[in-house]
């Protein structure tokens, strides 16, 4: 029906709070499968997506307290859709305070979203008596699961035990700082506009943000990507304060020579973030060469979007004869696949989805990967060696054991571990550095001469 001239349009109604709930408990139950909440949220519904996502986080960074109490309030694991459904109900009600709904609600619509699924329908019941249990008992269920650390810090044992023998002095610091919400971090586009001119910009438009290292603004108020202005038009792309030292690291006072433009690799290169910074940051020939064909899409999608030109090769980063045309390169970016246990509270997901094995795995490739590259690396040339992960295994114990091993390989000034809550020498590299960033590791090496 057309609206009448002069009509006020009204703002589509969000989608009640049963049909978030049930979005979340089924993205849920995906990642209880082994998807990752990436794969699990594009199952559900557009118009719900957002919701479900902010549901699904909420729940996510309070598993281990969820489990544990879940575990005393029933005798045996319901189907997984029930379980999927009453863990939802009972990680939003772990909040507290920061609780999104107030608790006589949120159990409402739950026991609704119950009655509205038919695999859920049967145990609508059971599902309101176990979480009205839990608010009668709270404070006494929260004393008795507590006393496991998994529900404690809401982080494997494994996870626990590990950051413990890396961290001593911090890791009850750095297991609360990766539960927290990420603020929404943006590195602007130096090819097409000035940082203070985008400020300007959404200062202009009510949207405030803070400068944090040389090319980065983060919101005060985190907003979809698709609404921050610039963003299309490629001014600007999202990227955490940390991941953005990146290219400044590595191509910071290279020279190629007068005429003559760095030959840079990008490895593992997807989604592309990284690679659009490279760009960005200096007059340089990047191939970004990474295995998964949908992945190097988007580092096209990308390009396209900021109107940056790279040499994008599908291929295994390690098997150099498949790829490599024999000329050497200035500088090497080797991001390297890690168990990502750095960036946990922007994928709360992480946790469930990794194993302590995985971390052996991933150690040996990372081995395999610098061992590859280092000789397509020129005399004088760079190699800076990142990974978006906490463990000490996947950043210094890696750095140190390579070293040993090359005798060319030199250590320039590196940021090293980066560590969530744990104040680093961030400040030493950058006049504003940021109060909140990413785990992360960096080395940067330099390939001698033989004869050195």
Known sequence: MMQAQGAVALAPLAPPLW????????????????????????????????????????????????????????????????????????????MGKEAMYPAHTLVSQLVEAAKHHPQTRAQSAFINACVRRFLREENALRVQAFQSPTAQWNFPAWWIKRVQNDYPAHWQIILLASQQAAPMTLRVNRQKISRQALQQLWHSQGVLSDAVGADG?????????????????????????????????????????????????????????????????????????DIDAQRCERIRENMQRLGLQATVVCADVADTPAWWSGQLFDAILLDAPCTASGIVRRHPDIPLLRRDSDLTALVQTQRQLLLALWPLLKPGGRLLYCTCSVFRDEGQGQIDSFLARNTQAALLPSPGHLIPGVASNLAGLLDNAADSHDGFFYALLEKRCADV
Do not use: M
């Open 19 to 94: 049909r978030q709930l049930l979005a979340c408990s089924a993205a849920l139950q995906s990642v209880l499968d082994g998807r990752n909440h990436s794969q699990a949220l594009s199952q559900v519904a557009t118009p719900l997506r957002p919701a479900a996502q902010a549901l699904l986080f909420a729940v996510l960074r309070h598993w281990g307290a969820t489990q544990g109490i879940r575990d005393l309030l029933i005798k045996r694991a319901p189907s997984p859709p029930v379980d999927a459904l009453l863990c939802t109900g009972l990680g939003l009600l772990l």
């Open 217 to 289: 603004l983060v919101l005060r108020q985190a907003k979809a990507v698709q609404a921050v202005h610039g963003f299309a038009q490629g001014l600007c792309s999202v990227q955490d304060a940390a991941a953005q030292l990146a290219a400044p690291l590595l191509l910071h006072g290279l020279q190629a020579g007068e005429g003559v433009r760095l030959q840079v690799l990008d490895a593992c290169a997807a989604p592309g973030g990284k690679t659009a910074h490279l760009l960005e940051y200096a007059d340089a020939q990047v191939w970004a060469v």
